[in-house]
C-alpha cells in the first residue's frame, strides 16, 4: 500500500487523515516509524507563526521531510469568521489564552463565542492548505468548508473548534455532533485531501519505490 507520512503531532489530526487517506487506497505513516527523534516537530510547529497557511505547512512538511526522507505532507488550517475580519486564520491554534482550568481548544473557543456575541452575521469557514514532498515534487492543495458560527458548544466528538462550527450541509449540526464519517464527507481537510489526490494523479507521482 502507498504510504504518507504526517508532519504533525496531532492526534486529532492523524485520525482523520487516517480515515481520508483510507478511501484513497493510502497509507498514513507517523514521523516516530522513521526517525527517532520525531519529538523535533513540536519545536517547530511552536515557532512564530507565518503570516499564510501555505508558509506554515511548508515549514513543517520541509522539516519533516528533510528528517525522515519518504512521501511526506502538512497541512495548516484555521476558522475565518466574517464578522470577526478573517479572525482567528492563521492563528487559530492559539486564539485564546487558556485559564488554569482550561485546555488551548476551550480557551479559543471561549474567546470567540465571547466576541461573537450580538453578531447577526455569523458566516465562517474551515480552510485547510496541505504541502506534500517526494523526491523533486512539490504540491500545494486546499479546501474550503462554508458554515456559520454556534451561539454556544454543541457536542462531544471531534476537537478545536468542532462545538461551535456549523458546517454546509450538516442539517444544523455541529462537526462535534456528526460522526466520523460525517465529518469526513464534509470536511476542510476531506476536501484538501481530495484536491491533493487528484494532483498527484495528475503529476503521476509514485510513493512505492521502484
Known amino acids: 500500500m502507498n504510504v504518507m507520512a504526517l508532519a504533525s503531532l496531532s492526534k486529532g489530526k492523524q485520525a482523520e487523515f487516517e480515515e481520508?487517506?483510507?478511501?484513497?487506497?493510502?497509507?498514513l505513516a507517523t514521523l516516530d516509524q522513521?526517525?527517532?527523534n520525531y519529538a523535533f516537530l513540536a519545536k517547530v510547529e511552536?515557532?512564530?507563526?507565518?503570516?499564510?497557511?501555505?508558509?506554515?505547512?511548508?515549514?513543517k512538511c520541509l522539516a519533516a521531510f528533510r528528517a525522515a526522507k519518504?512521501?511526506?505532507?502538512?497541512?495548516?488550517?484555521g476558522l475565518e469568521i466574517d464578522a470577526l475580519n478573517g479572525e482567528p486564520g492563521v492563528g487559530s491554534a492559539h486564539f485564546g489564552k487558556p485559564t488554569a482550568r482550561e485546555s488551548q481548544?476551550?480557551?479559543n473557543r471561549r474567546k470567540v463565542i465571547e466576541l461573537m456575541k450580538g453578531k447577526t452575521n455569523r458566516k465562517a469557514r474551515f480552510?485547510?492548505?496541505?504541502?506534500?514532498?517526494?523526491?523533486?515534487?512539490e504540491l500545494?492543495?486546499?479546501?474550503?468548508?462554508?458554515?456559520t458560527i454556534a451561539e454556544k458548544e454543541?457536542?462531544?466528538g471531534g476537537f478545536g473548534y468542532d462545538p461551535i462550527f456549523l458546517p454546509e450541509g450538516a442539517g444544523g449540526k455541529t462537526f462535534a455532533e456528526l460522526s466520523p464519517e460525517e465529518k469526513n464527507r464534509l470536511s476542510h481537510r476531506a476536501l484538501a485531501v481530495e484536491d491533493l489526490v487528484r494532483l498527484m494523479k495528475d503529476r503521476e507521482v509514485q510513493l512505492v519505490r521502484p
Not at 20 to 27: G, P, V, Y
Not at 46 to 59: D, G, K, L, V
Not at 127 to 137: A, N, P
Open 20 to 27: 481520508l487517506l483510507r478511501k484513497h487506497n493510502l497509507k
Open 34 to 36: 522513521f526517525i527517532r
Open 46 to 59: 511552536s515557532e512564530e507563526r507565518s503570516a499564510t497557511y501555505f508558509e506554515n505547512a511548508h515549514r
Open 70 to 77: 519518504v512521501p511526506t505532507f502538512a497541512d495548516d488550517s
Open 105 to 107: 481548544d476551550q480557551a
Open 127 to 137: 480552510r485547510s492548505v496541505i504541502v506534500f514532498m517526494v523526491e523533486g515534487i
Open 140 to 147: 500545494r492543495a486546499e479546501g474550503v468548508c462554508e458554515g
Open 154 to 156: 454543541i457536542g462531544s
